[in-house]
Every structure is written in structure tokens, then in C-alpha cells.
């Protein structure tokens, strides 16, 4: 058939009809949307979801001239029984944002016939030949739900007429590194094998580069959160130099991934970061280096405890400030300074500690963007090198192709200089660059605290954290919560004039700073505010949430 042209009786239009009712709409959903996180709800109700996701992804690679298009099926760090889909685009970055739109469409038909109207809506809008190839890759994670979503998505695909992969289970970024190197399998330079042993063998010889003049001090212990990053963090281990090669011992806790019902459960990045304490199974002494991974591997934050015991977290504000600097540092000692543009992408729940270490020591550029991945992997795009962290542990470097260029083809000057390039070399491999990745991030971490001769306390002292709370508010109608674009959502445009009633509220604290925006994922607003004095951000916090409870109660 001609590009746009679409018939609902067409050959691959009826076997969408004839599949799809195998694959019913739940009747416990209203409504499907994808939102930042993909889809994401109870992993029972999702097989219908999981066909459009088929049918989506093999438009989309149709679209793009057969470039291949990844499939995860993951709900990342919630409970077991969740499950969600995401889409990647050929560089392994998230969907684009046009056709998030169309995700939802596509899920939400009430039957076959509207199944088919919305698969013919995108045909129509880009123009599609449903003759070309299409591509699709997926995997999945640890969840028990995984294995029968699995097949929906390929019913979805073989409707269509789709060639497609399955790899298993994986990490998310595993996957993200696998899209962008089958998409780059024939360029001059490819971005790795296609393979998970590949994604090994990348990431481990750039370690073993980094690691080449220095020793780490042992051991670090990684909470797996129960989840897919363990038994792949065990995998890689396997193409790490040894303890005896770089003193690096690595501990891997809460591995338990055949016991579905732990998944997540009281550990993992997000549970450390957002109950201030460390993970189920915590055995660690005074200093001992720890982090967590999330229950996709796509997020990293550390911790240790102080005598106390103190818990003292090193959330992505911390990686990102270490990256930085180190990066930095190559950068000057290789004499890219004047060439090269390095900056820091952080969200506005960035503590304004770590923005001004920036700016003022590291002499960097900082930017804020929305909250969620994709608005800061594309602000870091624009630099040469861009460092982009969400406080939540979320994040990595992008080196745009100019800076790769430069680091690759420099003529090193002296021995020392030669050092210092083939460490900055190592990073641009070791450092997955499609998308936040715990496994790559916890490397890169290690590397430069090796580096840098840093214990836990010594990376903690480098700057010291402002006060600060989030908290979060339930109101009867989030969407209400509007901030004004360019602000980073830090200033509300509605409901009308609450903003003017926060400002009146900060201006009486000592370096204070808060601010609303809805949540993207709860029912809720959050609300996060900075001073100077601890006592201070409580008052500050609870007055704006006082505000928002007045409002919301009186706005019926
Ligand atoms: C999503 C985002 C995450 C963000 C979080 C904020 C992606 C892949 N994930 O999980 O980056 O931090 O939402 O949640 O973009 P909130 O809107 O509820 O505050
Ligand atoms: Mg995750």
C-alpha cells in the first residue's frame, strides 16, 4: 500500500481485529496514559496495553526507515505485582514526545474496530507504508507478570507483521544500549555489540583502563533492591578486574529475584532515598560504602552511617557533583578547556548546595529543567559534555559527537598527559550515554573515587547540604497546580495567586526557597523547600502546605 494509506478491512488491519480480542481492555481501567514513566499500573490489566505497545513500536520503527524501536516491560522501583511499558527510540533515548500522545490513543480503543481507527490514525498522521520493514527488540525484568506480557506484545507484533527479538530479562538500560547499537551496528562507529555479553565487555574493559593506575579502597556493598540489577551486576563483576588487580571487593545484597514478593520491598534506591534510611539487610559498620540500585538498575544513590549511627545519604546531586569535577579536571589537564563546554543539568529538587559548588568552585555551567528524564537528558545534549542527574539517583554524561571527536583524536603532549586522556577515553566507554544506568554509574562512581582517593566522608565533605524537606499534599485536583514554562516549575501560574502567597511566605527565611508543582505520578502536589536553618524549612514547608489545604479544601 501507498505511505498513509489504510484500510480497515486490509490484510494486517483484520488480523489486528482477529488478535486483539484475545487481549480484552480491563475493565478496571478507566482510562490508560502514558506518562513519563511509560504505562505503569497492576501487571494483571496490562495485556492489553502490552498489544498496543506492539502495534505502536513497529509503526514507529516503520516510520523511522526499519530502525530498530525497544520494548521494556518493567515497573521499575513498585511493588511486584506493577508492571509498566516503555518505548525506546533508536539512540536508545525515550519516546518522542508526539507520540506519547498516540500511546495513549492506541491502548484506549473500546474494541477491535477502535483498536484498528486509532492504528489507521497514525498511519494517516506520518504518513506510514505499512509494506516497509519494522524492527522491535524487547526484554523485561524480574517480575512474575513479565514472562505472560511478553506475549502480548508479540501478538501485537506478529499482527503487524513485525521482526522482532526478545532478550529476556534485563536491566532498562541494558536495553537502551542494546537499541542504540543494532541502530548503529553499520556506522563508522558502532556503539557496541549486540549483545548482553557485549554490554559486558564495553563497560568492563573501560573500567579496567580507569582502574589501570589506581586502587580502590574495599569494599563497596550494592543493594539490588531484589531485583534485575543483581544477578546482571553479577554477570558484569565477571568482566572486572579483580579484587587483587584493583582492590575492589563488590558485595551484592538483596538478590533474592526469584522471591517475587520482595522486589522493592523496604530497599533499593528509591525506598533509601525517600525514607532517609538504609535498606533491609543492612549490615554495614561506621564509614562502609553502600549503595542501591532501583528494581530496574536505572538508578543509583549512595549511603553510609556514622557512628550513631547517622544515616548520610549520597543522592544524584552527589554523582553528579563528583562527575563533574572529575570530568572537569580531565578536561583542563588534556587542555580542552577552551574547546570543550561541560555543564550540569539538575531538576529544581537539586540541593542549592551542589548547584553552587557548580557554579562557584567546580567554575561550570548549571541549568535546571523540568522534573523527568527526558527534559534533562536533551538540555544536557546541548553541551559538550553534559553531567545530568536527578536528586532521585536518575542520570549520566553525554558526550556530543564533537567532544568525542576531540578526546579520540588528540596528540597527547606528555606521559601525564597521555594518562589523564586514556582515563577521560575510558569514561566516554564506560559511561552509558543512552540513558541513567546504576551498573555504569556505579563504575564511573568507584573509578573516580578511586581516583580521587576518596572515602565516603571526604566525598561527603566536598560541600555542605542546605536544610530541606519534601513534602507532599494531597488536593483534590492536581491539574489545577500549573507552573509557568521556563521557571523549571518553580512558579506557579495557577491557582491564581497562590504563588504570590508563597513568595510573601519565603521572603521571611534566611536563603529560603520553595516551591509547588503537581506530582506526574501520585495524586498529590509536592512541595520542597530550602533555608538556611532546619527549624526554619519545616515552619516555611508546613505554612505552604497550610495554603495549599486551604485552597484545595475551599475549591470543592
Ligand atoms: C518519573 C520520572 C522521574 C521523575 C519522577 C517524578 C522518568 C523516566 N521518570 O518517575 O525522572 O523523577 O517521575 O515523580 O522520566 P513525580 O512527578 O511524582 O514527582
Ligand atoms: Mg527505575
Known sequence: MAPGAFDPKGKLETAIAESVVNFPRPAEVDKFTYGTAGFRTKGDWLDHVMFGMGLLAGLRSRKLKGQT?????????????????????PMGEML?????????????????????????????????????????IYARDTRPSGARLVKALEAGLKATNVTYKDFGILTTPQLHYLVRATNTQNDKNPYGEVSEAGYY?????????????????????????????APKLKEMIKYLPTEEECGLKINVVNDRVEQAEVLNKDCGADYVKTQQKVPQGFDGKAYDRWCSFDGDADRIVYYFNEEGPVFRLLDGDRIATLAASFLGDLVAKCDFSENLKLGVVQTAYANGASSKYVTERLQLQSEFTPTGVKHLHHAAARYDIGVYFEANGHGTVLFSNKALNTIWSKEPESPAQLENLEVLRAATELINQT???????????????????YTVQEWITTYTDKPNKLAKQVVKRRDEYKTVPGTAEQKLESPKGLQEQIDTEVAKYREGRCFV????????????????????????????????????????
Open 69 to 89: 524501536i525497544g520494548v521494556m516491560i518493567t515497573a521499575s522501583h513498585n511493588k511486584a505485582e506493577d508492571n509498566g511499558v516503555k518505548l525506546v527510540d
Open 96 to 136: 518522542e514526545q508526539d507520540w506519547e500522545s498516540w500511546a495513549t490513543t492506541i491502548v484506549n480503543g473500546q474494541n477491535p474496530e477502535e483498536t484498528v481507527k486509532a492504528y489507521g490514525e497514525v498511519i494517516q498522521k506520518y504518513n506510514i507504508d505499512q509494506d516497509k520493514p519494522a524492527n522491535v
Open 201 to 229: 565487555k564495553k563497560i568492563g574493559a573501560a573500567f579496567r583502563t580507569a582502574m589501570k593506575n589506581v586502587k580502590a579502597t574495599s569494599p563497596v556493598t550494592v543493594d539490588c533492591a531484589n531485583g534485575v540489577g
Open 435 to 453: 540513558v541513567g544506568d546504576a551498573i555504569s554509574d556505579f563504575l564511573l562512581v568507584e573509578a573516580i573515587l578511586a581516583h580521587k582517593e
Open 517 to 556: 508543582r503537581a506530582s506526574g505520578t501520585e495524586d498529590a502536589v509536592r512541595i520542597y523547600g530550602e533555608a538556611l536553618s532546619s527549624y526554619d524549612v519545616d515552619h516555611m514547608v508546613q505554612t505552604v502546605a497550610d495554603l495549599i489545604n486551604m485552597r484545595s479544601g475551599s475549591s470543592g
